[in-house]
């Protein structure tokens, strides 16, 4: 059991860091606004994960990625969520740098943003219904469990995982508040890096690797 977990671990361990549209809106908060602000889309982007485990136990996840209409549904509304997020970015109606103090209603648009980018995410989806029965193991116990079990440390490793980027990047917000400058570059790449994935998003089909 030991093994399987750290196996599963180690493997959830090297997806989180590897960048996705999650990590991009991420850091493209903690660049500009400091953080707090990363660390509150972060939330938002874990709070999407418990979604998608919830439904992959309730076997809802199985019932979208059997209709393609449903899957490519949800596909679309990802993707054009996912331009919206980025069409905003580049022409700066987010436009708060260096860390810059935030109103009341920025902490729940900022983990708003982070849960609708994953909670709309098919892949995701795709992601728990795949790789979880892999290290279920059917004679160890309640296969139910088993599957919460590895939900709660997936969102675990990736919390931690995904801090790591928010650190570093919180050093860029720093200099970007010294170098406002610079403030327009960051807005445009990361809202091209964003609006790519939803590009990618948009075109793949149902039959995309998670």
């Excluded at 908060?29 to 972060?42: D, E, F, I, N, Y």
């Excluded at 209409?69 to 919206?84: F, K, P, Q, T, W």
């Excluded at 580049?90 to 860390?99: F, K, P, S």
């Excluded at 809202?191 to 075109?203: E, H, P």
């Amino acid at each position: 059991m030991l093994i399987q977990y750290g196996t599963f671990a180690l493997a959830t361990a090297v997806l989180a860091l590897t960048p996705g549209p999650n990590t991009a809106l991420t850091l493209s908060r903690t660049v500009a606004q400091g953080r707090l602000a990363g660390a509150l889309v972060l939330l938002g982007v874990e709070l999407g994960f418990l979604v998608h485990l919830f439904a992959a136990i309730a076997g809802i996840t199985a019932l979208l990625l059997a209709v393609p209409a449903a899957y490519d549904g949800l596909r679309i509304v990802g993707a054009c969520y996912l331009l919206y997020v980025a069409n905003r970015m580049i022409l700066g109606h987010q436009r708060l740098v260096g860390g810059q103090t935030m109103d009341r209603e920025q902490p729940w648009r900022l983990i708003g943003s982070g849960f609708a980018s994953n909670a709309l995410n098919p892949k995701t989806a795709a992601f728990y219904l795949s790789i979880f029965p892999q290290f279920i193991l059917p004679h160890h116990g309640s296969v139910l469990l088993q599957g919460l079990l590895l939900g709660l440390l997936h969102i675990t490793v990736s919390t931690l995982c995904n801090m790591v980027w928010v650190m570093g990047a919180g050093f860029l917000a720093g200099f970007l508040k010294h170098h406002p400058q610079w403030e327009r570059a960051q807005r445009w790449l990361f809202g091209t890096i964003i609006g790519l994935f939803a590009l990618k998003l948009l075109v793949e089909r149902r039959h995309a690797p998670a």
